[in-house]
């Protein structure tokens, strides 16, 4: 998930940093301790080769993107559009600090699109909006491929499919009463020690916002399509890993466990950037389907393609503004 922005805040207390990265670790060792019997099968993982591995870099690359048109949109209900440069330089400089302190965006984009007439908590709407997405969309998949990849569990689960219903009415919800769930959302989040202090009249800034139907389905819509170019760079990553015809029957297994991972790395919130739990999650219902080697290649992979790809936006949109700062001088030397 991208980082909410907007309400101040500076970087937080330090305890709750350093807490937020031993929890992190603590599940990763976790996770290392429960496939450690099948530890050594990471040496004979198959790499995928680099042309899957560019693949999924360029389809984060799209879902990046789209993140940036999504905080664009919801700016203007308050100021002016940013143009689209300024917006993706504001928006991944940001982006990449949540490695640092869960939720550090919140301030970091504030600061940063100020200077461009952006008013202080309303980009936090896009965040909240893809907060909720996160909360109702990405369980919805889970579950409803849960008796794919609960197939080996003692008993049958497949009626837990059927609660995929819930987070679906949840969606319906958002759509229908967009600002008044996204103010419980907002309240909610503001109470919590380490998130407050970033989300400070967040709700407020919601409220007060001309939060329409239409463009809460627009949002939405582009965070679903993110999670979709998200979920398609993992099975990239997969057919490179393990081939295109077990990743075909496995599809489902493979869907469940990324959705699963990120539901749970979004709501773990001392988790810097969900670092640990998604990671752990996704490890942990996948090995025995694919076998512990590949999916802790798997994983890591995953994680260092959507940072490859917030850094390759970045490095790009810099070089593209230097090009323009370029030209506008020569032009006015001339």
Known sequence: MGAAEGGPGAGGRPAWRWLG?????????ATVLAVRGRWAETADATWPAAGWVLAAVGVNVLGNLLLVDAWRATTALAG?????????????????????????????????????????????????????????????????????????????????????????????????????????????????????????GTAAAVRSAPLTRRLAVALLGRYAAT????????????????????VGDLFAVLVGAAALGRFVGTVAL????????????????LGPHLGSGPVLVLVALARLVELAAEVVLLVVVRLARGVRRGGVRDSTSS
């Open 227 to 246: 999670t979709v170019l998200r979920l398609a760079g993992f099975l990239l990553l997969a057919v490179g890993l393990v081939g295109g015809g077990e």
């Open 270 to 285: 001392f988790a810097p950037g969900g670092i640990g739990p998604r990671e752990g999650v996704t490890a942990l219902v």
């Open 80 to 200: 002016p559009r940013l143009p689209l440069l300024v917006a993706t330089d504001v928006w991944g400089s940001a982006q990449l600090t949540r490695l640092v302190l869960p939720a550090a965006p919140v301030a970091s984009r504030a600061a940063l699109a100020a200077p461009h007439g952006v008013r202080p908590g309303i980009g936090a709407l896009t965040t909240l909006v893809e907060f909720a997405w996160m909360l109702v969309g990405t369980p919805a998949l889970a579950l409803a491929t849960a008796p794919w990849w609960l197939a080996d569990a003692p008993r049958d689960l497949a009626w837990v499919a059927a609660f995929a219903v819930v987070p679906v009415a949840a969606v319906v919800a958002i759509v229908v009463w967009p600002t008044r769930m996204l103010t419980l959302l907002a309240a909610t989040l503001e109470r919590i020690p380490f998130l407050g202090p970033r989300l400070a």
């Open 21 to 29: 990265w031993a929890l992190s670790i603590a599940v990763l060792v």
